[in-house]
């Protein structure tokens, strides 16, 4: 009963990721990483992607900021890094749009930096909310696999 | 997967020991990765960790000097063949660093006496080639494009392993060297002949160990 449920979860977890994969939100990076995640380090997908977190929150709200001081260069050097990070976790829609933020301040495009910031912040929401649901779903089968498998 | 590196590293005959040549047979590859970004940290620390490699990551060129121990105030005589400071098998750092770029830090690294000959390899998210280029004049050994992967870090990790295999084969050469001396005091022959290891240098660039693309451009530019 309860292995069959375990079942029901990895599948959802799976069609989560296919879903994710096919509208490009993630890429092949992210898979590189599940790829790390092992016995030895089994919580290494979440805890890298609650680093990516952790550090774009605090670069969204640095880009805010400087955007409303016409800081056309630090911004570019911000995005750099959020391109950098999202990058490293496979997060290619967000990684895209920081490509097109950075043109943006290249150009000191005040318009399409703030279109621009807008599209990055709900990107980055859409990831964030769709990441946080696929850590659940895997938590939920390991806390089901785990009952289980009495030890 | 990951046992084939382990199987062949290292091939070292057992009876070299005895001519004080740094043994690394028990010992682990240990990389000092450089980057500014702690994400990319936390990544290239696991990939290293998880080819079974020791890891030691900073967050800056400066931190990575003072590390070396080739910090201006931190001179430390060359005594003991460069083995004075830390030891440190490969450098990995980024390119994009606030402060001192992977670049400079590469330089400051290739002018050292003490750390000259330790392979260092720029990852960069941006592929410029003016900029692999500039790297790989300045003694850079490779140039990864970020996103790192583990058939990047595989593939320096397996450099690493032949590099020692190399120098094991040296270090056998050397004995036959001095044996063959040993042969010909005992016969009376003048001893004119000298070990062979003066022929054989030890090959900074050897052509038939590194398969990387980045290698085989430097080799065709250089040479």
């Not at chain 1, 911000?78 to 490509?99: D, E, P, W, Y």
Request: charged share 25%; aromatic share 6%; net charge negative.
């Amino acid at each position: 009963m309860l292995g069959f449920g375990a079942d029901l979860l990895w599948a959802d977890m799976n069609r989560l990721l296919a879903f994710l994969f096919h509208q490009g939100v993630l890429d092949e990076q992210f898979l590189q990483l599940q790829q790390l995640q092992d016995e030895a380090s089994p919580n290494f997908v979440s805890e890298v992607v609650n680093i990516y977190f952790h550090e774009s929150e605090k670069l969204l709200t640095n880009l805010r900021g400087l955007l409303m001081e016409r800081e056309y260069k630090k911004m570019g050097i911000h995005l750099n890094q959020f391109m950098g990070s999202s990058s490293s976790i496979g997060a290619k829609r967000v990684t895209n749009v920081c490509v097109a933020f950075r043109a943006a301040t290249d150009q000191s495009n005040r318009a399409g930096c703030l279109r621009a910031l807008e599209m990055l912040e709900h990107e980055y929401c859409y990831l964030k909310n769709k990441l946080h649901e696929l850590f659940q779903i895997e938590q939920q089968r390991a806390l089901v696999a785990g009952v289980r498998y009495p030890v | 997967m990951d046992s084939n590196s382990v199987v062949s590293w290292p091939r070292l005959p057992e009876n070299i020991d005895g001519f004080g040549i740094k043994q690394k047979q028990s010992e682990e590859v240990h990389v000092l990765a450089v980057d500014d970004s702690i994400v990319d940290r936390k990544v290239i620390e696991h990939l290293l960790k998880v080819l079974a490699c020791k890891v030691t990551a900073v967050d800056s060129g400066l931190r990575a000097l003072q590390l070396l121990g080739l910090l201006d105030e931190q001179k430390i005589p060359s005594e003991t063949n460069g083995f004075g400071g830390l030891k440190v098998d490969l450098i990995i750092t980024d390119y994009c660093m606030p402060g001192m770029t992977g670049y400079e830090l590469l330089k400051k690294i290739k002018e050292s006496s003490s750390f000259k000959e330790t392979p260092v390899v720029i990852m960069s998210s941006e592929n410029v080639l003016p900029r692999i280029d500039r790297c790989l004049e300045e003694g850079a050994e490779d140039f990864i494009v970020k996103p790192v992967k583990l058939s990047d870090v595989k593939r320096l990790k397996d450099f690493m392993t032949t590099k020692e295999v190399i120098r094991g084969e040296l270090s056998q050469e050397e004995r036959e060297g001095i044996n063959k001396r040993k042969l010909l005091d005992t016969s009376d022959v003048s001893p004119s002949s000298p070990p062979s290891i003066s022929s054989s240098p030890l090959p900074s660039s050897p052509s038939s160990v590194i398969d990387s693309p980045i290698r085989r451009l430097k080799m065709t530019g250089t040479d």
